[in-house]
């Protein structure tokens, strides 16, 4: 970051852009547990059944879609070194369209209500297409060596990709016309939506935001500059690949050593920090990046053994452990970066010099808060993994597990939002008396 | 006038900020407060300006900050 591209306290949207996102996030994940609660052992015969094809994109676009378009809103004017303009209602756009369309795409896959996917359709389009083009235009702005800038840019046209792909399938879905690519079109979907909107999106934040909030050593330059470009080439090329099976496995195996890199390497810089305090967000990180290491070690061994590949659950363990071990765990682990610091800084902001104190960030969103729904977290993941195994013993527990960690996840936002409205209108009565 | 030295090298943001904002609350006039930070505050920039609050950087060639904060009045020409 350079002076050019400081940020006024004027210019930072208002703390309530991001927030309604972060807020309505953890219930879609809420939502998605109790679903599978209803849903019980049967829930995980099959990673296509139409409940889990709801669930999933409760997970993948409920909660993980939310916090990212919220969370790039907040930091789009600090990273393109410019406001947007009004982001106000196109904030409020944007997620009224895409809560709106979500809740309706999954209730439409879950219960076969083709009316449902048909409003879902033009909802979701224009939310996520229109938020994508915000982004890749706004950030045209930002200057050239900013790597998180580039990787924002790659990571919203692989948002944009998927999206394509998944209203040519939700149109499949709910007028019914033939399709032959389907399953093709469906792998990519999920492949460009999870390596390359969540997986470029996380590297490329993670070069700035690991040095920076966990006081590591920066990341080598070499990586910061060629790994997201090489990966999202990769990604692209894969689909070219479709009708060559042995160039599109040699892709694949790149993409893992790709991903690979970047996690071993995030892991090593963390084991260098400079100040070994115990730190929720950091634990959220490391287990996330051991998520994304497991999957990747679980995918090389079914390409090496191929019975593994073959077995019942094994391409449903990959999805929870990049969807919930890897995303989900950084993302929570974000939060609780992003939250209480935006709650200090907007506080921060209003109450001026000799104003009222401010509460820091570790009372804002305290530790014995944060660290027993890391726990749960984690205990819900484990859990969820030995649900895929053995759906009649553990899918109960899983689902329940999982419901209370995201709800008291929800829990710990809101209450680091209601401690800003509470100081606020401290402030806001010191100002006027 | 001595000055005021916040040494926040290497600490989590935004405690670098906390501790240069509760500084400058009590800084005496004519007093100046010098922050030592591991990188550029960029953020505590528009505050200082917002508070009146004039300041010179210096960057070392170790990849630190010297930050000198004064009151607005009081700075040099």
């Known amino acids: 970051m350079t002076p050019q591209n400081s940020l006024s306290l004027d210019q930072a949207p208002p703390i309530g852009v991001p927030l309604r996102f972060f807020v309505t996030a953890p219930l879609f994940a809420v939502t998605a547990a109790l679903l599978a609660l209803w849903q019980g052992a049967d829930l995980f015969g099959s990673r296509w059944s139409p409940a889990m094809l709801g669930i999933t994109h409760l997970l993948t676009l409920g909660y993980l879609g939310l916090i990212m378009l919220g969370a790039i809103l907040q930091m789009l004017p600090v990273v393109a070194g410019t406001p947007v303009r009004r982001p106000v209602p196109v904030a409020g756009a944007i997620h009224v369209l895409a809560t709106g369309g979500i809740a309706l795409l999954c209730y439409g896959l879950i219960f076969t209500a083709p009316l449902a996917l048909k409003i879902a359709l033009p909802l979701l389009g224009t939310a996520l297409l229109s938020f994508a083009a915000l982004v890749f235009l706004t950030l045209r702005r930002a200057l050239p060596q900013n790597m998180t800038a580039r990787a924002m840019r790659l990571a919203v046209l692989m948002l944009a990709a998927t999206v394509l792909l998944g209203l040519v399938l939700l149109s499949n879905h709910a007028f019914g016309w033939w399709l032959q690519a389907r399953e093709a079109l469906a792998e990519l979907h999920l492949t460009w939506g999870l390596l390359g909107w969540v997986g470029l999106l996380i590297a490329g934040v993670a070069f700035q935001v690991v040095p920076m909030f966990q006081l590591t050593p920066a990341y080598p330059v070499r990586l910061t500059r060629r790994l997201v470009p090489a990966l999202f080439i990769l990604l692209l090329a894969l689909a070219a690949a479709s009708r060559f099976p042995e160039f599109q496995l040699a892709l694949k195996i790149l993409l893992a050593a790709g991903f690979a890199v970047f996690a071993l390497t995030t892991l090593q810089l963390q084991a260098k920090r400079r100040r070994k305090l115990s730190d929720v967000s950091l634990d959220l990180w490391r287990g996330g990046l051991i998520g994304l290491l497991s999957a990747v070690a679980l995918w090389l061994a079914a390409q090496l053994v191929p019975a593994i590949g073959e077995l019942q659950g094994y391409g449903m363990l990959l999805g929870v452990l990049m969807i919930v071990g890897f995303a989900m765990s950084i993302i929570n682990g974000m939060l609780y970066k992003i939250v209480p610091f935006l709650v200090w800084f907007h506080l921060q902001g209003r109450r001026g010099a000799n104003g009222t104190t401010v509460p820091n960030v570790r009372e804002i969103l305290p530790e014995s808060r944060s660290r027993p729904q890391m726990r749960l977290h984690f205990a819900a993941l484990a859990v969820l993994l030995a649900a895929v195994l053995v759906p009649a013993v553990f899918a109960y527990p899983a689902a329940l597990l999982f419901a209370v960690s995201n709800f008291w996840l929800w829990l710990n936002i809101v209450a680091a939002g209601r401690t800003y409205r509470r100081v606020a209108a401290r402030s806001g009565e010191a100002a006027a008396g | ?77």
């Open chain 2, 1 to 77: 006038m001595s000055d005021r030295l916040v040494d926040a090298r290497w600490l989590e943001p935004p405690e670098p900020m906390e501790l240069t904002l509760a500084a400058l609350e009590t800084l005496e006039p004519g007093g100046r407060v010098r922050l030592l930070i591991h990188r550029e505050p960029y953020l505590l920039f528009p505050i200082l300006e917002e508070w009146g609050y004039a300041y010179q950087i210096h960057s070392g060639d170790d990849g630190t900050y010297e930050i000198l904060i004064r009151h607005k009045e009081q700075a040099a020409p």
